[in-house]
């Protein structure tokens, strides 16, 4: 089963997203648990694109796709027509630097690297797709 979602690139929108995403999640049967880290790992990728990808542009826009494969697979693409962030490269930052820093930020990637079973960037000439991958 696939469903889609289009959504101004405005931070007030992520509530919506959470709500799409525990609709059709729980729709599927998926334990609560595992529902409430995958949206936070979706929201996660979908909030750092808006802000800075997109700078908080309502005109620009992000696509969602979630695709559950029968009970065992659920596939995330976040279809993206900005600058792109390859995420799979990205290096985790020491939580003792963060702490010591005092940063507001910086762990939401490290989340998602550890809820996802595996994460893609598919580059291409007018769209990045960010696709995450979990076995459920």
């Known amino acids: 089963m696939e469903y889609k979602y289009k959504i101004p690139c405005s931070k007030s929108k ?18 609560e648990v595992t529902i409430n880290t995958l949206v936070l790992a979706v929201d996660e990728v979908c909030a750092n694109l808006i802000i800075h990808s997109h ?44 702490v010591k820093q005092k940063r507001k930020g910086g762990i939401g990637l490290m989340l998602v690297r550890r809820i996802m079973d595996e994460i ?14 979990k076995k459920i």
């Open 55 to 98: 700078n908080c542009n309502p005109e620009e826009h992000l696509e969602l796709k979630v695709k559950v494969i029968g009970n065992s697979k659920i596939t995330f693409d976040i279809i993206d027509h900005g600058d792109g962030f390859n995420i799979s490269e990205y290096k985790e930052p020491l939580i003792s630097d963060i």
């Open 14 to 31: 992520l509530g919506e997203i959470r709500e799409f995403l525990q609709h059709i999640l729980s729709e599927n049967s998926i334990p």
């Open 120 to 133: 893609e960037l598919i580059k291409g000439k007018k769209k990045n797709v960010y696709r995450l991958h």
